[in-house]
């Protein structure tokens, strides 16, 4: 069974951290709409849903995937780029405890979650404006030991890696090539974005299906026309605060 750990969104969320987007209005009840559809997926999906109160002295809260990894080994509670979001963490690692051994990373190392892409043993983990080489080698020392690889990645032009790479099949990977290096990913199959969606390389793979936003449907078309199982799902709203379908929800077996 996969549980799905995930946080309601934030009163605040209107002055959200702001990196490579314009701020525009959000509409907080239509955000709240969205995220409870996107709650509905996840569980349509096969998976119990363990939603969080929300936080509303933390606008950014509702993306509670850059507050902690999840392997099944333990879970490793991270510390977030920006400043403003490190309070954000204390009630993930609280909720995560009753599952996994919980190790933290520390200063001078930061590190989002949105950064970091599972493969298989394989961590691919992104060097950007939020994590760093320094949270790098402190996820070398925590999980070389369980038999992980770590594989940094230089990430420009977006927030995090799975901003710009995630994994649609067990061999594929949709990708935006402008903001990574596709070649550190070895023998893996790749779809490109449609050049006018460059936010699009962002989805959720879940039991062999992959939640995907309605913001994107070139992007779509390509993943149909290789066969790849996709729910839409609409979260405008949150991709107005640098948001999308992985960063709302934590995925691990239970």
Known sequence: MHIALTRQVSPSIKH???????????????????????????????????????????????????????????????????????????????????????????????????????????????????????????????????????????VSGCLHLKSAVTQVSQDTLLINREWIDAELFGRMRFIDVHSTESYAANTLRINHKVIYPTAYPKTRQRLDSQGISVRVVDVSELIKAEGAVTCCSLIFRG
């Open 16 to 154: 959200c951290e702001l990196t490579h987007l314009t701020r525009e209005p959000i509409d907080l009840q239509l955000a709240r709409r969205q995220h409870r559809q996107y709650e509905q997926v996840l569980a349509d999906l096969g998976c119990q849903v363990h939603s969080l109160p929300s936080e509303p002295d933390l606008p950014d809260s509702v993306f509670v995937e850059d507050a902690a990894i999840v392997l099944d080994e333990l879970g490793v509670i991270t510390l977030p780029g920006a400043v403003s979001r490190r309070a954000e963490v204390l009630s993930i690692a609280e909720a995560l405890a009753p599952y996994r051994e919980i190790r933290f990373i520390e200063s001078p190392g930061t590190l989002d979650g949105g950064d970091v892409l599972r493969i298989d043993k394989t961590l691919y983990v992104g060097v950007s404006s939020r994590s760093n080489q320094a949270a790098v080698e402190q996820l070398c020392d925590l999980l070389n030991p369980f038999g992980y690889t770590i594989i940094p990645v230089s």
